[in-house]
């Protein structure tokens, strides 16, 4: 079990801020043995948090191995199978095969705890051995007369976007299966420190725009959907670090805003939907006629 001092160093030392909260459900969840989900939308440091939870937990990043979900994904990634080896250059390997281990066998063999990143990006269909792993405890290796099972301190942490672009619907057996732990957006103080140290010479009207545009786009998001997503604590960063150094070169500060909005809106708006587009350009000259 954790100690209160491990939450503590934890929690201090992970380089997203904002996320207390959502940091110690996770590692609670963590601390009773459960498999965690990481989601919200994209852009608010997920994959970042995960990486620093197990790097934490094992002693160093290389105490867990890492894949990304793709929509190519199957279960020969994830469990393992049959590779055939006619690429090797020599006719008598080039008829046979080779078993390899997948990401999650590997993990357990070798002691590592695994981040499934992006998880939601690939089909349900690839993770049936890992369904089967996290509701008995076994995982059966086919054609290798083998069954592993799932060590009691292992941790698995997967990262997921719902309903984002290009990512497909979890079966509802199989996200039973995880604790969610949502990472949604930051305050408005959070964010505003971080731009502050950031970028410390930056006009705090800038900032104050840059914020107002982040928080109206999010708004709209969790409202209607009509934006695909809000303005993310990156893309705040990169406006601000755009904008601060746009003005060392010459510009205003309303027309450097305006550049990096218009260019963030681009991002964050469906571009096959002009009216996304057109919402996210109204909010932005909005935003800019008033500072």
Not at 52 to 66: I, M, T
Not at 136 to 156: A, F, I, M, Q, R
Request: hydrophobic share 35%; charged share 25%.
């Amino acid at each position: 079990m954790l100690t209160t001092d491990d939450y503590l160093q934890i929690l201090e030392t992970c380089p997203i801020k904002g996320h207390d909260d959502a940091i110690i459900r996770a590692l609670r969840y963590i601390d009773l043995g459960y498999p965690v989900m990481l989601y919200g939308p994209p852009g608010n440091g997920k994959t970042s948090i995960a990486e620093h939870l197990l790097a934490s937990l094992g002693g160093g990043s290389d105490s867990f191995y890492k894949i990304e979900g793709t929509e190519g994904m199957s279960e020969y990634q994830m469990i393992g199978g049959f590779h055939p080896l006619a690429m090797s250059g020599n006719s008598e390997l080039a008829e046979r095969f080779v078993y390899k281990y997948g990401v999650v066998a590997r993990a357990i063999i070798n002691q590592k705890n695994l981040l499934i990143d992006e998880f939601t990006r690939a089909p349900s269909s690839a993770y049936s051995g890992l369904f089967l792993l996290l509701s008995t405890g076994t995982l059966s290796l086919e054609y290798k007369e083998k069954t592993l099972l799932k060590p009691d301190n292992w941790v698995l942490v997967v990262t997921a976007n719902f309903g984002d672009e290009g990512t497909y619907r979890l079966s509802n057996a199989l996200k039973r299966r995880f604790v969610p732990v949502d990472i949604g957006y930051p305050s408005n103080s959070t964010e505003r420190s971080l731009l502050e140290s950031i970028t410390p010479d930056l006009d705090s009207r800038v900032i104050d725009g840059i914020l107002a545009l982040a928080e109206e786009t999010r708004l709209i998001w969790k409202k209607d959907r009509g934006l695909p997503q809000g303005v993310s604590t990156d893309g705040v960063i990169r406006m601000a670090r755009y904008c601060e150094l746009s003005m060392k070169q010459g510009s205003d500060r309303v027309s450097a805003f305006m550049d990096a909005a218009f260019h963030q809106g681009t991002i964050i708006a469906d571009e096959t939907d002009p009216h996304s587009l057109h919402r996210v350009q109204e909010l932005v000259v909005s935003i800019g006629d008033s500072m």
